[in-house]
């Protein structure tokens, strides 16, 4: 069996940086276009179609949904790396003052 491989052209740095910027700024563009045709909507006193006003609260609850899965997974990062104390170490540890009670009764040899 003779298999063919296509050969993968991967891109310089510098240019993949410029695709990305490309394609972000026309995500950008079509946003902008799509709030201002809302704006005109809402403006003109046009409701919105069921599907529209269907589509419109999943991505709403989608983008909420998505941040607070973020920012919990930074918290958590966070504290693995040292950089935010884990919630609720006050219970765990013991407070300031019985420390230091414990390490002056020890006897230092």
């Known amino acids: 069996m003779n298999l063919q491989y296509h050969k993968v052209q991967r891109l310089p740095c510098a240019e993949s940086v410029l695709v990305q910027a490309r394609e972000r700024m026309r995500m950008v563009a079509s946003a902008k276009r ?9 403006q003109a006193g046009i409701p ?5 006003a269907v589509t419109k609260i999943q991505s709403m609850l989608r983008g909420h949904l998505w941040r607070s899965r973020t920012r919990r997974e930074a918290n958590q990062e966070q504290v693995f790396i040292g950089m935010k104390p884990q919630v609720g170490w006050k219970r765990r540890m013991p407070p300031p003052t019985a420390a230091v009670t414990c390490l002056s009764t020890r006897h230092l040899v």
């Open 34 to 42: 799509s709030r201002a045709l809302e704006e005109k909507r809402r």
């Open 48 to 52: 919105l179609a069921k599907d529209d």
